[in-house]
């Protein structure tokens, strides 16, 4: 696929950065396999009348996207995500009848995989003899219930995972999907809560080696990134049910910057979350007003009241589209 394919859009200014970002970004590798991989998943979830396999399709994005500084990269920015929100929303997604495509930063954290230990995860084994192993007694329970739930997901055709690292596989991952899920209409929707790079520095100004500290201080341009959610909105898939997220440290700027995305990016929410509080506490920003989200209790998960509100917009919003009414 052409990486500009799909960017027929009017504002002369984003698509020249749009176009200039995919044309200089290194080609997505296996791009062939991965579209493959997507439109069949899309296919088989595409049936949502009578024996409907799922209700709708939801890409997820999730963790933190890289830039790297170097061709043959050493040296990266980071953007803070742990995947815990995308892995978590994507359990509640498939529990409420979502197939989800999950775009998830390598190496972060997974659907079903919540409650296993990162560091001590050999302490859930025992050897029984030469050939057996089990699982020790007291983490029996949480090992079986992540078991079952994650082969019912994949086995059922309910969960595709794409993964990425940097900001170039993240927005080329994006665009696939996007354009082929926009063959959904409105029973697509977007779940982008994935830290994305504000900033990077183009393929072919970028150093090839390793940068030497013997030169000295390092000044560095970055580019602003295409803000792809316009593209996404516009072009790419223009009747899916988008939702994004906006991070912010100051609560003080939080729902105006979530509003002020809304109305640009023309999202159908922006959930609004600051970082001393995003995970007992998210704000849901529509047009409509806002819905504060918070946990319900210490072993609750605000991601589950959270689905629940989206499902019941998407619907919303499905039985509207059906109507001919038009809704941005
Ligand atoms: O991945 P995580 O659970 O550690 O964090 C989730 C989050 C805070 C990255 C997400 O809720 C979010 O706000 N994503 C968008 C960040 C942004 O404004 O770029």
Redesign the pocket.
């Known amino acids: 696929m052409d990486a500009t394919e799909g960017l027929e859009i009017s504002q002369g200014e984003s698509f020249i950065d749009v176009k200039s970002f995919f044309e200089s970004a290194p080609p997505l590798k296996n791009s062939d396999s991965i579209t493959q991989k997507v439109k069949e998943f899309i296919y088989q979830n595409s049936q949502f009348s009578g024996n409907a396999k799922s209700v709708g399709v939801v890409c997820v994005t999730?963790?933190g996207t890289t830039v790297p500084l170097e061709q043959r990269c050493v040296r990266y920015i980071d953007n803070?995500?742990?995947?815990?929100?995308?892995a978590a929303s994507t359990e509640y997604f498939v529990k409420s009848g979502y197939a989800v495509i999950f775009v998830h930063r390598r190496g972060s954290c997974q659907p079903y995989c919540r409650y296993l230990p990162e560091d001590s995860f050999l302490e859930f084994f025992e050897v029984l003899n030469d050939s057996e192993i089990q699982v020790c007694h007291p983490h029996a329970t949480v090992v079986k219930k992540a078991i079952k739930e994650y082969h019912s997901a994949v086995n059922g055709g309910f969960l595709l995972k794409l993964p990425f690292t940097t900001i170039f596989e993240y927005l080329q991952i994006i665009q696939v999907v996007a354009t082929s899920l926009s063959c959904l209409g409105p029973r697509g929707m977007f779940y982008l809560?994935?830290?994305?790079s504000d900033f990077y520095v183009p393929w072919e100004s970028m150093a090839k080696h390793k940068i030497q500290s013997a030169a000295g201080p390092l000044d560095m341009r970055l580019t602003q990134v295409p803000k792809m959610l316009r593209i996404l909105r516009t072009d790419w898939a223009p009747s899916a049910f988008c939702v994004s997220?906006?991070?912010e440290t100051d609560s003080e700027i939080l729902l105006q910057k979530a509003e002020s995305a809304l109305r640009k990016y023309q999202m159908h929410v922006v959930v609004a979350?600051e970082l001393a509080t995003?995970k007992r506490e998210v704000i849901a920003v529509t047009l409509d007003g806002k819905i504060s989200i918070r946990k319900q209790s210490e072993d609750a998960d605000v991601e589950d009241q959270l689905i629940k509100l989206l499902v019941e917009k998407h619907n919303n919003y499905i039985e509207c589209c059906g109507m001919g009414e038009i809704i941005t």
Do not use: E, P, T
Not at 80 to 86: A, D, Y
Not at 193 to 196: E, H, R, Y
């Open positions: 999730s963790g803070f995500s742990s995947g815990h929100r995308g809560a994935a830290a994305v997220f906006k991070l979350n995003y």
